[in-house]
């Protein structure tokens, strides 16, 4: 069929295209040391970089200077996997050639490979015979982290084992089967993980109950409404006037929230700090969705004006960029009292 002859003709793209300029299983080494115009996370710069600031070079030193002790937390993981000690080092950053493993301890990736043995390579074959959505996969493809070096080259490594992924996913979980917000997801993913790592810990993430991100997108979610109460409560309470120019079908419109704010991470600000964020939610599980959300709102509490056409939710998106991007540390600061704050209350509640 037609039909099935666009789906043969997409996947002979990626399968012929040529490879990113990177090999595969390249790891996590500076990117700085391959071209002078890719910075340290990966980033192609249109220009040859300046040399490092001193405040550059002193947040080197300080990540290589924890290494070691992220090294330490992996090799006693049961002492450290419930503890604060994590906790508090996620706040203060994860060294970048310790994330791929340590992303993988905490999504349990090796133990899903052990329980699922080549069900991925069949999950793979089954969606590129049978995909819906292809076309939107690669549409999203074409444009997701195409600053990244990884993800440059069209129809290059990195975007080919995206498809991949995208195409098992929607094979392996059907009620959610694919958004757009997966793409950029599995892409972070990849920025450290092998393919089908990357595939498992998609698979954990939408799965597991600690951070529940199929709720965000499921049909039938109560996640995503609960986020989404947030967002009016704050604005309501910190911006009436607002509010009250505002019609709510612009916070419940077809957007998700948390898939705005996942696009608006990877796309708006700086990769860094969306790594690092993306670092506390792992460690910290679904409870650090609403004070990121909620933490957000209050940085841009006296930017925010009366709302325009383009509606509150995209103005603040637009407006968080300007502000989160300041300063990486005050942000995971202002994140971890809000956090601290979160864990009080929850520890004040007395079962019934």
Known sequence: SWWAQERED????????????LPEDKGPKPFRSY??????????????????TAREAQQIRREISRKSKWVDM????????????LIDRA??????????????????IEEMKLKNPGRYQIMKEKGKRSSEHIQRIDRDISGTLRKHIFFKDRY?????????????????????????????????FLLYL?????FWALVQLLASERHSLQGFHSPNGGTVQGL????????????????????????????????????LLIDGISLGLTLRLWDVYLVEGEQALMPITRIAFKVQQKRLTKTSS?????RFCHRFVDTWARDDDAVLKRLRASMKKVTRKQGDLRPP
């Open 310 to 314: 383009c509606g509150l939710w995209e």
């Open 35 to 52: 071209n002078n115009n890719v910075d340290h996370l990966g980033i192609v710069h249109e220009t040859e970089l300046p040399p490092l």
């Open 74 to 85: 992996l090799g006693d993981w049961e002492k450290y996997k419930s503890s604060r000690k």
């Open 194 to 198: 092998p393919e089908e790592d990357a």
């Open 228 to 263: 989404q109460d947030q967002q009016e409560h704050e604005v309501a309470t910190s911006q009436p006037k607002t509010m009250g120019n505002q019609d709510k079908k612009d916070l419940r419109g077809q957007r998700s929230p948390l898939g705005c704010l996942i696009r």
């Open 10 to 21: 997409i996947i002979m793209e990626y399968e012929k295209g040529h490879r990113a300029g």
């Open 156 to 188: 290059g490594t990195k975007q080919r084992e995206l498809l991949h992924i995208l195409l098992a996913y929607e094979e392996y979980n059907q009620e959610v089967g694919y958004c757009r917000d997966l793409s950029h997801i599995a892409a972070l």
């Open 91 to 108: 706040y203060k950053g994860m060294p970048m050639n310790i994330r791929g493993p340590m992303w993988s301890v905490l999504l349990n």
